[in-house]
């Protein structure tokens, strides 16, 4: 199968709250993603709420609960109580749970699998309690062994953090070098029983070879440059244009 594209909102909201103005709509683009072919729609509630608000949060579940049932909700964040007790408000279908301190402008690292072991162990174990699926970010590096730790804290899958990828857009030995890495991490998690997603400054032109390398990707989580796309081919366009470069046939 190939992998599904969620649309990552927060470079929308993050338009949106430029101004103390309604528009542009997150809730109106995610209904547009998700009729052009979206599987989902992913937030990144932040406490500063600099982008995704956490009044978005309600609505962005009720569009996907009345007008997508098939469609999922993707919640990420450092796992502090207030992201878990809007977890709990909200029931997304999906949890990735990454390791940002606060202050960090973007999710730009992995977690620590052996330091973060107990955190992660306890707070995976509250997520699964609620009949949530879990995602843990995770670094490039075939690292078996943080890897099973990932494993038996309870987590069903991994996000590979692909930022160092979408940095070498204009290197292809280096592009082909970290996609070599990226597609071992995923052998050595789908050997070991976890699934896989993907996601940080993925385009339509870097989609391909990643998804060619795994081709067992369950799930790509995309927004800054689908966002960017967007303001030249408009999201439904754009929506299609990734859709396809993760081998969809739209």
């Not at 107990?118 to 309690?129: C, E, M, P, S």
Request: hydrophobic share 40%; proline share 6%.
């Amino acid at each position: 199968m190939p992998a599904k594209l969620s649309v990552n909102l927060n470079a929308i909201a993050m338009l949106r709250n430029r101004r103390d103005l309604p528009w542009p709509s997150v809730t109106g683009l995610g209904r547009i993603a998700l009729e052009a072919g979206a599987s989902g729609l992913t937030v990144h509630p932040r406490p500063d709420q600099r982008h995704i608000r956490f009044s978005d949060l309600a609505p962005i579940r009720t569009l996907i609960d009345t007008e997508f049932p098939g469609a999922e909700f993707n919640m990420e964040g450092f796992p502090e109580e207030g992201f878990m007790r809007l977890v709990e408000e909200h029931r997304p279908e999906q949890v990735t749970l990454v390791p940002d301190d606060p202050s960090q402008a973007t999710s730009d690292h992995g977690w620590d699998f052996r330091r973060s072991h107990d955190l992660l162990a306890t707070i995976v174990g509250r997520l699964k309690a609620m009949g949530l699926r879990v995602s843990l970010f995770a670094d490039g590096e075939p690292d078996r062994e943080a890897l099973k730790i990932a494993r038996d804290v309870g987590a069903d899958r991994i996000e590979l953090y692909t930022g160092p990828y979408g940095g070498c857009h204009d290197d292809p030995a280096e592009a082909a070098r970290i996609v070599a890495l990226l597609g071992e991490t995923a052998d050595i998690a789908f050997d070991i029983g976890l699934d896989v997603n993907a996601g940080h400054d993925l385009t339509v032109a870097n989609l391909p070879a990643l998804v060619s390398r795994i081709p067992r990707l369950a799930e790509v989580s995309i927004g800054h440059g689908l966002t960017a796309d967007a303001l030249e081919y408009g999201m439904a366009e754009t929506v299609r244009r990734f859709c396809r470069a993760c081998g969809q046939d739209l």
